[in-house]
């Protein structure tokens, strides 16, 4: 369930180590508190229900989901629903159908969320199946979830800004260059990543 508080610090002291300006925030905005999400299909379901809406609307679908599936409720209980019952709980009917591309994998057993591949690449792969799952989700879910501790989610605007400002980088830095400069990092680029995010909104720094 996500990179644990020690899992960062160490993270964060292994960059700093190598990259003195990380070191230089890293004491102005001290270490940030674990982000963790339990595994599983309900947290990719959680995303795909929370895509393009505020926190509280995405709340608000869920908490009708829950109320019409229970709370335990298993993959096979939200196929089992027609679109009207899904659309009455705030679900689009694009929603409707990536979280039914989830379900649908989960339940014939085509997904095995226990079981994704060691290597980040090949799990992002797996998890980009599911409709409406792009690698942003994919690296989330792989980092906040499974606590995987060198995935490097370079395409996250709020990542690109933070790490430009850390480093002193003209401008917005690409996601290419984002990737070029957190090489030194490995294997701890997901430290480095709650890291920027935690630091996003400081003026400090």
Known sequence: MGLTREQIREGLDFAAEREPRIGAALRVAGYPEPRLRPTGYKTLLRTIVGQQVSVAAATSMWN?????????????CLLA????????????RQKQGYARSLCELVDDGDLDLDGLPAEDEAAIEELTRIKGIGRWSAEIYLLFAEGRPDVWPAGDLAVQKAVGRIMSEDGLPSEKRVRELAEDWRPHRGAVAIFAWHTYNMDAI
């Open 81 to 92: 629903r027609d679109d009207e019952t899904l659309r009455a709980c705030g679900l689009s």
């Open 64 to 76: 009708k989901l829950e109320a019409e599936l229970g709370e335990d409720f298993t993959p096979s």
